[in-house]
C-alpha cells in the first residue's frame, strides 16, 4: 500500500483515513499482484501406413511425450507403440519428476483387449 499523494510506501495496517506522515493525504493505493506459472507438454505422434493413408488403419502407431494422469494428477511421459505387423503393444508411463516407470506393458495386440474404445460401459 501507498500514499497516493507521495507514493511513500504505507505499513498494511494503516487504516483508512489516517494521513501520511510525509505529505498528508489521506488517499491510499493499493498494490495488487497476481501470479501464474505456465508449462508445456510435448508430444509426438508417427503413423506409418501402406497404400491410401484415408482408408484402414495404420500399420504402426508410434506415440511419445506429455500425457494427463487422471490417476495420479499430474503430468507423465508416455511412450506406446502399437505395431499390427509385429502383433504387439507397448506401453511404458515414466514419472518425469523421479524417473520412476509408474506402467509398463509388453504384449501381443491381439491380448490387448477392453481398453480405450472397447471398455464395457459402467
Known amino acids: 500500500m501507498s500514499c497516493a499523494g507521495c507514493g511513500r510506501t504505507l505499513a498494511a ?7 501520511c506522515p510525509d505529505c498528508g493525504a489521506i488517499e491510499q493505493v ?4 497476481v501470479t501464474d506459472t505456465v508449462g508445456f507438454h510435448d508430444e509426438v505422434r508417427v503413423q506409418v501406413r501402406q497404400g491410401d493413408r484415408t ?16 490417476r495420479l494428477l499430474r503430468w507423465m511421459h508416455l511412450e506406446r507403440r502399437v505395431d499390427r505387423v509385429e502383433n504387439r503393444y507397448t506401453e511404458r508411463v515414466i514419472d518425469p519428476t523421479t524417473g520412476e516407470v509408474v506402467h509398463e506393458a509388453d504384449h501381443a495386440l491381439s491380448d490387448h483387449r477392453g481398453h480405450g474404445s472397447a471398455r464395457g460401459k459402467v
Do not use: A
Open 13 to 19: 495496517d494503516t487504516g483508512s483515513g489516517v494521513p
Open 30 to 33: 493499493v498494490h495488487i499482484v
Open 55 to 70: 482408408t484402414g488403419r495404420p500399420l504402426v502407431e508410434v506415440r511419445s511425450g506429455g500425457s494427463w494422469s487422471r
